[in-house]
């Protein structure tokens, strides 16, 4: 018999045609009263005059409505169907039968229907395969290997049978050897059919025989198969033998992979999905300096109304990029993301960071108000907005972030923290001290971990800020019993009584504690420098500032302006006033102090008030 896959096509079979024949296989042909089946009229023939209305049966109304029916006459020879004939009908209206049931979810009609059809053409590969799996899922993994090897007695030639009926041994059955058996015969038959390699493969793998698995790759990697598809399925399935997770792999191996992915992106050199699939290897395989080319071929692709968006890809180029160490490509590639689309809130996000690397901060905050924009959820964007903001010195804009955040997020401690820091940074002491109280008790609630010696350090150096130095001093002690050896902490406190006068030898041995831990620290050398000013050791004094002036230069390449004062004052208390003109004046410069303007101006009224030098007489 002629097999039927020319007249039926595979899993295409959903098709009107279908149906329709289906209807007209399983509606009886018009018949007499007496029941007798009505032949089709042949083509090119003169019908019969119509015979008068017969009488009403005795047994009641005619079974079928027929206004003019017609003698009985036997069918001419030309119409009826051969042997071959009538097995494809019948296995196209079994079939048929099958896809109407499948539709309306009738499991047991579908696989009964499809059975049957089966029986007529069992050569139907594709459909066999169908049905064992239906039976596999069932349970009845053994019925499918049935029919799986009917299929295989009727076309002996076929791969597909024999691939799936591999995969229902050592699967189902747990009998990898019997599988290996026939997927090893489906490759035979099917050299370049990329399933037979991949079930001859998963049984090696499943079977401990790794080394074969390996042959079996070399094997597959000298086809001389032409679609790209096939490279990249190869490619897939070395990645999983031969690639760790890190992305490692050994050299020779690596080499065997980057050739078969070339490979693929020579055959598939016009498609997009190739190109981007093998861009992914060179990624994943820390080759991202080879992905580049291929992500750049995709967006140079002339544009397909079929293509998806390649925003994706354009991610990818720039990530790879930023890898790459070329942080403006990757800039100008993700700026063409959100140019195209706006809602993509993780693009902005990343683009913050970039512009944030590059110390432009108007830009990053741009693009991180964006993606806080989009997407609020998360009290991490809160934090990094209000914190560039700091940096920025738009104290008011970081305190309206932060305030909504702790609107948003009422039972996070750590946005009532960085509230308050928020607040003290833009002298809004009272409500930063109050914001500081309500972190404090909402931690010692939920969150202890957070009261650290940092959060009471940074407390204390609030309520200085504040005026509140008595209770910032037993914040800063409260951070040091935490944290004895915090260089910060003995640095603050001690230059906050020395600033002030207080307690100087405690706050001496503070600082000389904190220069211990930090020797070259320039902010803690000055705080030294500024101790021995107030002990009244000038000299000893202007020698630590001069370091600490040298130190901060050399870590931050600009001059303090503290640290700048500090030298004028020593100079000025030495009578060294040119000397501590010129450093306050660079002072100012650098910040605006009243404090040091006042300074410089009764400097200058010194200078000029004070008397002329006798002039000696010539001789």
Avoid at 499 to 514: M, N
């Amino acid at each position: 018999m002629k097999p039927l896959r020319s007249i039926w096509k595979c899993q295409g079979l959903r098709v009107v045609f279908s149906t329709s024949l289906a209807l007209f296989l399983t509606v009886p042909l018009l018949a007499d009263p007496a029941g007798n089946t009505a032949a089709p009229r042949k083509k090119g023939t003169k019908s019969s005059p119509p015979a008068p209305p017969a009488a009403s049966s005795p047994r009641g109304p005619s079974e079928f409505a027929d206004a003019f029916p017609s003698p009985p006459r036997p069918v001419p020879p030309d119409l009826l169907l051969t042997k071959d004939e009538e097995r494809k009908a019948g296995a196209l209206a079994a079939f048929s039968q099958g896809l109407v049931a499948e539709d309306n979810a009738e499991q047991e009609k579908m696989i009964e229907a499809y059975r049957k059809a089966l029986e007529f053409d069992p050569t139907y590969a594709e459909l066999a395969v169908r049905l064992a799996y239906e039976l596999a899922r069932r349970d009845d993994p053994s019925g499918g290997v049935q029919i799986l090897k009917d299929t295989i007695k009727a076309a002996p030639k076929e791969a597909v049978p024999y691939i799936y009926l591999s995969q229902l041994y050592a699967k189902d059955l747990k009998k990898p050897e019997v599988g290996l058996k026939y997927a090893e015969q489906a490759l035979a038959l099917a050299p370049d059919n990329f399933a037979a390699y991949l079930a001859v493969y998963e049984i090696d793998i499943a079977m401990g025989q790794t080394k074969k698995a390996e042959l079996l790759l070399d094997r597959a990697a000298k086809s001389e198969h032409g679609d790209a598809k096939y490279w990249t399925q190869l490619g897939d399935l070395s990645t999983r033998l031969y690639l760790k997770e890190d992305g490692a792999s050994d050299p020779a191996q690596l080499q065997k992979m980057n050739a078969i992915y070339r490979k693929a992106a020579e055959l598939g050199k016009d498609d997009p999905v190739t190109l981007t699939k093998v861009g992914d290897y060179f990624v994943l395989s820390k080759q991202v300096k080879d992905a580049i080319p291929y992500y750049l071929n995709v967006l140079n692709l002339p544009p397909s109304p079929d293509d998806a968006p390649l925003d994706n890809v354009r991610d990818k180029l720039a990530r790879s990029f930023l890898v790459n160490g070329q942080r403006d490509e990757a800039i100008h590639y993700l700026e063409e993301i959100v140019k195209n689309n706006k809602l993509r809130f993780e693009t902005y996000e990343l683009l913050g960071e970039l512009y944030e690397q590059k110390e432009n901060i108007d830009k990053a905050l741009e693009n991180y108000e964006h993606s806080l924009l989009l997407d609020a959820s998360q009290p991490r964007s809160h934090l990094r907005v209000a914190e560039l903001c700091l940096r920025a010195k738009r104290y008011d804009r970081a305190v309206e972030i932060m305030q909504a955040a702790r609107k948003k997020f009422p039972d996070v401690p750590s946005i009532t923290y960085t509230l308050a820091i928020t607040l003290s940074q833009a002298k809004r002491h009272p409500e930063a001290m109050a914001a500081f109280s309500d972190a404090q008790a909402e931690a010692e609630v939920g969150r202890e971990d957070l009261l650290t010696a940092q959060f009471y350090l940074v407390y204390g150096e609030a309520a200085e800020q504040a005026g509140l130095v008595d209770k910032a001093a037993d914040l800063i002690k409260q951070s040091l019993e935490m944290e004895p050896n915090s260089a910060e902490a003995c640095n603050y406190l001690g230059y906050m009584w020395v600033d002030r006068g207080e307690h100087l030898d405690e706050a001496g041995e503070l600082i000389k504690k904190a220069v211990s831990l930090e020797p070259d620290k320039g902010e803690y050398i000055d705080s030294l420098g500024w101790f021995y000013f107030k002990k009244g050791d000038t000299e000893r004094a202007l020698a630590e500032l001069l370091r600490a002036q040298e130190n901060i230069l050399r870590e931050t390449k600009k001059d303090d302006a503290t640290v700048l004062e500090h030298i004028g004052d020593t100079y000025a208390k030495m009578g060294k006033m040119s000397e501590a003109l010129g450093y306050w004046q660079k002072s100012i410069s650098i910040e605006e102090n009243k404090k040091v303007s006042d300074k410089i101006e009764n400097a200058k009224q010194k200078v000029t008030s004070a008397p002329a030098a006798a002039v000696p007489a010539k001789p």
